[in-house]
């Protein structure tokens, strides 16, 4: 390494570790501070690399990636997630750990010890003080979760610190997203080598974790957001902070997580009566079929029927009888699953069955279905 390239890695470094504080409190990385193969069984969308050091966050807001910086003047990239292209920076200041969007802001949590919200333009907004330093930070556009960068807590408040509280984390919080699918906390570690994705409760109870590509590095560097059902995860290059940014895009879907990750099916209860065709008659003794439906990014052939369970929870009936067939018309094969109706358990007034089961690779698969009853003591 020449002169000039060793001094500019530690300056790099020096200033990492200005604004990482203590490092060394971090457990060590397996093999001391080598880094640690990438996780070669997670399936990713894509990848891209981008000339920012030091990623400490990243949020989305439209099309625009927002990745927060650990090192120089703590300055917040904006990137075109579509052309991966750098369109601009925004002042930050500060020590920032992780971002996330709020409204139409940003919040930042900082190493300092708060939470600060600056608009899109980087003017800031307003702060509050948090009882440690800053981890990874998570919204609903209400509710704030922010994580302890030292110990395994969250805090709490619904109302920029006014009223709060912090309690016990399961996982250690590097970044942070919230699911509005679901109301729960995706979360990666600083942990040199730890690959997971960590799905939690809003009180920090551990749900699942799942594999993914991701590698934070001997200076557990990383961020992570949400768009839809497709996480965008943002960590240094080869775990280098002086090499630049690593913009990791991982389905939700293609996510092999322990225990399995629930992936949403649309079924169709279909009682065979043309004058009521959403109608069911609790007290039947026949059977009721129900379709699982393909689509262009799920095969209800892979669904695992003898797993599949269906009635007022998704829990009661076993199917009788299964076949493969087109049933909506839209050029898919689709899984038409037959079920005795005494088994299924639906009560005279339920709006709505449920279906549960398991792809063949073991993901779990959960789909509901309106219905109406009928045949019922003093209800049509």
């Given at each position: 390494?020449?002169?000039?390239?060793?001094?500019?890695?530690?300056?790099?470094?020096?200033?990492?570790?200005?604004?990482?504080?203590?490092?060394?409190?971090?457990?060590?990385?397996?093999?001391?501070?080598?880094?640690?193969?990438?996780?070669?069984?997670?399936?990713?969308?894509?990848?891209?690399?981008?000339?920012?050091?030091?990623?400490?966050?990243?949020?989305?807001?439209?099309?625009?990636?927002?990745?927060?910086?650990?090192?120089?003047?703590?300055?917040?990239?904006?990137?075109?997630?579509?052309?991966?292209?750098?369109?601009?920076?925004?002042?930050?200041?500060?020590?920032?750990?992780?971002?996330?969007?709020?409204?139409a802001n940003l919040l930042f949590s900082d190493l300092g010890g708060s939470v600060i919200e600056r608009t899109v333009a980087g003017t800031f907004v307003s702060s509050f003080a948090l009882p440690f330093r800053g981890g990874g930070i998570a919204t609903d556009g209400d509710t704030i979760w922010v994580g302890d960068f030292d110990?395994?807590?969250?805090?709490?408040?619904?109302?920029?610190?006014?009223?709060?509280?912090?309690?016990?984390?399961?996982?250690?919080?590097?970044?942070?997203?919230?699911?509005?699918?679901?109301?729960?906390?995706?979360?990666?570690?600083?942990?040199?080598?730890?690959?997971?994705?960590?799905?939690?409760?809003?009180?920090?109870?551990?749900?699942?974790?799942?594999?993914?590509?991701?590698?934070?590095?001997?200076?557990?560097?990383?961020?992570?957001?949400?768009?839809?059902?497709t996480f965008f995860i943002a960590e240094a290059q080869n775990g280098d902070p002086t090499l630049g940014t690593t913009i990791l895009v991982q389905d939700k879907a293609s996510l092999v997580c322990s225990p399995a990750l629930v992936q949403a099916v649309e079924i169709e209860v279909r009682p065979r009566d043309p004058q009521d065709?959403?109608?069911?008659?609790?007290?039947?003794?026949?059977?009721?079929?129900?379709?699982?439906?393909?689509?262009?990014?799920?095969?209800?052939?892979?669904?695992?029927?003898?797993?599949?369970?269906?009635?007022?929870?998704?829990?009661?009936?076993?199917?009788?009888?299964?076949?493969?067939?087109?049933?909506?018309?839209?050029?898919?094969?689709?899984?038409?699953?037959?079920?005795?109706?005494?088994?299924?358990?639906?009560?005279?007034?339920?709006?709505?069955?449920?279906?549960?089961?398991?792809?063949?690779?073991?993901?779990?698969?959960?789909?509901?279905?309106?219905?109406?009853?009928?045949?019922?003591?003093?209800?049509?």
């Open positions: 390494m020449n002169a000039r390239r060793h001094a500019s890695v530690l300056a790099a470094a020096i200033l990492l570790i200005g604004c990482s504080a203590d490092v060394s409190t971090r457990p060590e990385a397996p093999n001391g501070t080598a880094l640690v193969r990438r996780n070669a069984s997670a399936r990713l969308v894509s990848s891209s690399n981008l000339p920012i050091l030091a990623p400490t966050g990243v949020a989305i807001k439209g099309l625009l990636l927002y990745v927060s910086t650990g090192t120089g003047f703590r300055d917040t990239y904006v990137v075109n997630r579509l052309t991966n292209a750098i369109v601009g920076t925004i002042p930050t200041g500060g020590n920032p750990r992780d971002v996330t969007s709020y409204n110990s395994n807590q969250f805090y709490n408040t619904a109302n920029h610190g006014v009223n709060s509280f912090t309690y016990p984390s399961d996982v250690r919080a590097e970044g942070m997203v919230f699911d509005p699918g679901s109301h729960t906390l995706w979360v990666i570690t600083p942990f040199n080598g730890d690959h997971k994705l960590y799905e939690l409760t809003t009180f920090g109870h551990l749900i699942r974790s799942c594999d993914t590509p991701y590698e934070p590095g001997p200076y557990g560097l990383g961020g992570i957001a949400l768009v839809s059902d065709p959403d109608r069911v008659r609790p007290s039947s003794n026949g059977e009721i079929p129900v379709a699982i439906l393909s689509d262009n990014t799920f095969d209800a052939r892979t669904v695992d029927a003898s797993s599949v369970r269906f009635g007022h929870t998704g829990t009661e009936a076993a199917p009788v009888r299964v076949a493969i067939r087109d049933v909506d018309g839209d050029g898919n094969v689709d899984m038409v699953l037959r079920f005795k109706v005494q088994d299924t358990g639906i009560l005279c007034g339920d709006a709505s069955a449920t279906l549960t089961g398991q792809r063949m690779g073991g993901q779990a698969i959960k789909g509901s279905d309106d219905i109406q009853t009928k045949g019922c003591k003093g209800k049509p």
